[in-house]
């Protein structure tokens, strides 16, 4: 579930707070032509989403880093056309740049669209299930996931846009630029990284640059995030300091509602940025913890022999256990009584693919520590693909007993 | 100002036109890390791209960053390998080392074919950009039960012992700047 609900917030929440400065910055200069352009290209870059998902996710026809650089060499120069359109139209209006500007801000916003939506779009169908269908818990809790991270996004755009809208024009004006200049660095170097690997452009400085972006790539979430927090900040302070002139009661309780309303927009907007940075940085790390393998348990050394006692072993969950060879190698293996069987499997807790990584036990399924591969626990002692490498062992008289001559041939194993 | 708007508007085309340029196989395409390192009898080239379901078993690709490829073809050799053939049996490590603490992957990659063929592969892990250094290991086909005519009259007239008697083979490939790739 926290890796959806990431996947949801990291994958929206810089679009949609760019997109809630456009729409307040355009709404409140061009009025409803402007929001109606930039509602048609909102709508565009969602149903071209669609058809990239598809197309994606079914063909083999997009491939996705030159559809990266397209998309964001539009963006970069619908930006900067809307600068100078927009700076023009300060010092001259027209018709004809009035409705310049506003495509040009409605491309943009087609664009990031057009970049962010397919990977959500395509989430719930390629959702790392271990089996399970649909209709399962599993796909649920995965589901309300991606939902909250996106609702929270929408949430933050939606209020970014609302108290944009009631924020001094030059403020606002500023705090876009800003966002829109934070996300033109985040897009040059996904366009470097493209033509960088392809050997397009070279030279250590670009190589710099691209490291630099590709590992920072939520620095430029929370400077978007950080740009967009100024509008709330500002418009808090300023609601203790309104000194409105008003001519009676009823236009005081106007002006009083339109602050309260400032108040509540800001404060959702602020709460949004906090909880976004929360599941960015230690929801994230959490996540993406390492897994940490169960301690080994006791078992008895007797002659050349480890054994384990069976009832040690019967509740059918993962035991891990180790012997330490005369070249002072600690080797381990596996125990887990089979479901709906008498017998158990036994193997070294290394495979011949991921090497002495390791198993662990998640919801009920053993899973190779490495590569995340989920064992079917009745093929476990048998040799083949990711599972556990195959010893000797027997089952008698109460115990499982695995001779040491077998650990010591796979010491190798165990670096 | 239109003369301004239609050279701004030629800027932008010209620019879009570059970023087509941009010109790439659709869908799959290899991206090189080294090519054409010849170690024994044996010329290693490797690649990677987006990483990809195998079957059976391996069909979730959901926590890896590239399939991680690795081609060996044979040169002249006396083991009786045809010139350019894929050479099977192998056991193969992989070591990509990076300059930073954490940046790194190993594992033994697994045999498999593609459209393109027969390869060695693995979906790897590599999250962050980084400069990198990747190491092959080769271990001797006859550690996988490969066998070698022995006899004047039926042998290719050498034995894997000739090549792989001191050990192991390595190809370490060093500097390979790496960024991750949106797939």
């Known amino acids: 579930?926290?890796?959806?609900?990431?996947?949801?917030?990291?994958?929206?929440?810089?679009?949609?707070?760019?997109?809630?400065?456009?729409?307040?910055?355009?709404?409140?200069?061009?009025?409803?032509?402007?929001?109606?352009?930039?509602?048609?290209?909102?709508?565009?870059?969602?149903?071209?989403?669609?058809?990239?998902?598809?197309?994606?996710?079914?063909?083999s026809l997009v491939h996705t880093g030159t559809w990266n650089v397209r998309i964001f060499t539009v963006a970069l120069a619908a930006a900067l056309l809307l600068l100078v359109f927009g700076l023009i139209g300060m010092k001259k209006r027209s018709v004809f740049l009035d409705r310049l500007v506003c495509v040009m801000a409605g491309i943009?916003?087609?664009?990031?669209?057009?970049?962010?939506?397919?990977?959500?779009?395509?989430?719930?169908?390629?959702?790392?299930?271990?089996?399970?269908?649909?209709?399962?818990?599993?796909?649920?809790?995965?589901?309300?996931?991606?939902?909250?991270?996106?609702?929270?996004?929408?949430?933050?755009?939606?209020?970014?846009?609302?108290?944009?809208?009631?924020?001094?024009r030059g403020l606002l004006t500023g705090v876009l630029v800003a966002a829109v200049l934070v996300n033109t660095v985040h897009q040059f170097g996904k366009i470097a990284s493209v033509l960088y690997t392809r050997r397009v452009i070279s030279g250590t400085t670009v190589f710099n640059f691209v490291k630099w972006s590709a590992n920072n790539?939520?620095?430029?979430?929370?400077?978007?995030?950080?740009?967009?927090?100024?509008?709330?900040?500002?418009?808090?302070?300023?609601?203790?300091?309104?000194?409105?002139?008003?001519?009676?009661?009823a236009q005081h309780r106007k002006i009083r509602a339109k602050w309260r309303s400032i108040r509540r927009w800001g404060s959702t907007a602020l709460i949004c940025s906090i909880l976004g940075i929360v599941i960015l940085s230690p929801v994230k790390a959490?996540?993406?913890?390492?897994?940490?393998?169960?301690?080994?348990?006791?078992?008895?050394?007797?002659?050349?022999?480890?054994?384990?006692?069976?009832?040690?072993?019967?509740?059918?969950?993962?035991?891990?256990?180790?012997?330490?060879?005369?070249?002072?190698?600690?080797?381990?293996?596996?125990?887990?009584?089979?479901?709906?069987?008498?017998?158990?499997?036994?193997?070294?807790?290394?495979?011949?693919?991921?090497?002495?990584?390791g198993y662990f036990e998640r919801n009920g399924q053993i899973v190779c520590k490495l590569c995340d591969v989920v064992m079917n626990i009745n093929t476990i002692g048998f040799k083949g693909g990711c599972n556990p490498i195959v010893i000797d062992y027997s089952v008698g008289d109460g115990y499982i007993c695995v001779p040491t001559s077998t650990l010591i041939e796979h010491q190798d194993e165990f670096k | 100002m239109k003369k301004a708007v239609a050279l701004l508007l030629t800027a932008v085309m010209a620019f879009g036109v570059t970023a087509t340029a941009v010109h790439a196989e659709a869908g799959f395409e290899e991206i090189p890390i080294f090519e054409d390192e010849e170690v024994g009898f044996m010329n290693v080239s490797a690649v990677y791209f987006q990483p990809v379901p195998m079957a059976p078993g391996q069909e979730d690709t959901e926590n890896y960053n590239m399939h991680l490829e690795c081609d060996v073809s044979a040169m002249e050799n006396d083991l009786g390998y045809g010139l350019g053939d894929w050479v099977p049996y192998l056991t193969v490590d992989y070591d990509v080392v990076g300059t930073e603490e954490g940046n790194e992957a190993h594992g033994t990659f697994m045999v498999m074919s593609a459209s393109d063929g027969p390869h060695y592969g693995a979906n790897v892990s590599l999250p962050s950009a980084d400069t990198y250094t990747v190491t092959f290991t080769f271990h001797s086909p006859a550690e996988n039960g490969y066998l070698i005519h022995s006899d004047a009259?039926?042998?290719?007239?050498?034995?894997?012992?000739?090549?792989?008697?001191?050990?192991?083979?390595?190809?370490?490939?060093?500097?390979?700047?790496?960024?991750?790739?949106?797939?």
């Open chain 1, 1 to 59: 579930m926290l890796k959806y609900l990431i996947l949801g917030a990291e994958g929206m929440i810089l679009t949609t707070i760019i997109a809630g400065l456009l729409y307040a910055w355009i709404s409140g200069r061009y009025g409803n032509t402007g929001k109606y352009i930039l509602h048609g290209f909102a709508l565009c870059g969602m149903i071209a989403a669609i058809v990239m998902s598809y197309m994606k996710n079914t063909t």
């Open chain 2, 153 to 183: 009259e039926t042998g290719p007239g050498g034995l894997l012992e000739d090549v792989f008697g001191e050990g192991n083979l390595s190809v370490t490939y060093e500097g390979w700047e790496y960024a991750p790739q949106e797939w």
């Open chain 1, 217 to 249: 790539e939520d620095l430029f979430i929370y400077g978007v995030m950080a740009a967009a927090a100024v509008l709330p900040i500002v418009m808090w302070v300023r609601s203790f300091h309104v000194n409105e002139p008003y001519e009676n009661p």
């Open chain 1, 108 to 168: 943009y916003l087609a664009a990031l669209l057009f970049y962010a939506l397919p990977d959500i779009y395509a989430a719930p169908f390629n959702f790392s299930l271990g089996g399970a269908g649909v209709f399962s818990s599993a796909f649920f809790t995965r589901l309300v996931g991606l939902l909250l991270g996106v609702f929270l996004s929408i949430l933050a755009g939606i209020a970014t846009a609302r108290i944009g809208s009631r924020s001094p």
């Open chain 1, 286 to 357: 959490y996540a993406n913890r390492p897994v940490e393998l169960s301690p080994v348990e006791e078992s008895i050394l007797d002659g050349d022999n480890v054994y384990v006692p069976l009832e040690q072993v019967e509740d059918g969950h993962l035991h891990r256990f180790a012997y330490t060879t005369p070249d002072d190698i600690t080797v381990r293996f596996i125990v887990i009584k089979k479901p709906n069987s008498s017998s158990y499997g036994v193997g070294l807790d290394a495979c011949d693919i991921c090497g002495e990584t």
